[in-house]
């Protein structure tokens, strides 16, 4: 049995190989810019709307209700970040119905490169927040004994995204294989609904701790910064 769509090795040309995880990667990309460029082609402010397009819109006004739930004060400006992350990955997981498919997230290069993406993202947002000074500082704050301690947070964290995403997608296919070797035609019909949810439940959480990692980093900024309050006598 494959557990990793890594070792699904496709095409292989002088030693460069083409692996199930890259080909897989590109159809889930594919498929998502061709979906948004075919319900944004036809987008209606008027009282008809299409239900591709009132679909879109919940997903769009939930992912900005659970930005500003964190704590973010402008959510139109994570939201196309976030909300990339989220519909990759859970699109990613769901297409997992699909014979023959195998979820690229279940490929640590995959989580890897995602949680770099949110490695990246943290300063950036940040920096972009309150300034390259005010970010740098917080890495020497409370005092400058912090900053190797620092640094090993901000790797840790980034570890702890790409295994925790691998872990979860990879046990998953672990067990439908036994079961499938088990019982055939059973349990593979649950752990495939069960694999959805969780696939969902993943992307979640995926892109609500990259927010809460991005928000941490801009509002520690202001806090710091931010003038005392001052005795109004109310």
Do not use: K
């Not at 769009?60 to 704590?71: K, M, N, P």
């Not at 699109?91 to 995959?110: K, R």
């Not at 801009?218 to 931010?226: L, M, V």
Request: with cysteine; aromatic share 10%.
């Amino acid at each position: 049995m494959e557990i990793s769509p890594d070792a699904w090795v496709l095409y292989e040309w002088r030693g460069l190989q083409l692996n199930a995880t890259i080909v897989f990667t590109w159809g889930v990309m594919a498929l998502m810019v061709i979906g948004a460029s075919v319900i944004t082609a036809r987008l209606s402010e008027g009282e008809t709307v299409s239900r591709w397009q009132v679909a879109l819109e919940v997903i769009v006004s939930t992912i900005r209700d659970q930005i500003a739930e964190v704590g973010a004060d402008e959510p139109g400006r994570y939201l196309p970040f976030i909300g990339t992350l989220f519909l990759f990955i859970a699109t990613a997981n769901l297409l997992s119905v699909v014979p023959g498919y195998q979820p690229p997230t279940g490929s640590l290069s995959t989580t890897v490169a995602l949680a770099l993406c949110v490695l990246i993202a943290v300063p950036l947002f940040s920096i972009g927040e309150r300034g390259l000074v005010s970010y740098l500082r917080t890495y020497v704050q409370p005092t400058p004994l912090m900053l190797p301690f620092n640094l090993v947070a901000e790797v840790s964290r980034t570890i702890a995204l790409a295994v925790r995403l691998y872990g979860n997608v990879m046990s998953g296919t672990v067990i439908v294989g036994i079961l499938i070797s088990v019982a055939p035609f059973f349990f593979p019909v649950v752990m495939q609904v069960l694999g959805l949810l969780t696939g969902l439940i993943q992307a979640y959480i995926f892109a609500i701790l990259a927010m809460v990692y991005i928000g941490s980093a801009s509002r520690t900024g202001h806090r710091a910064d931010a003038p005392p309050p001052t005795d109004t006598g109310e």
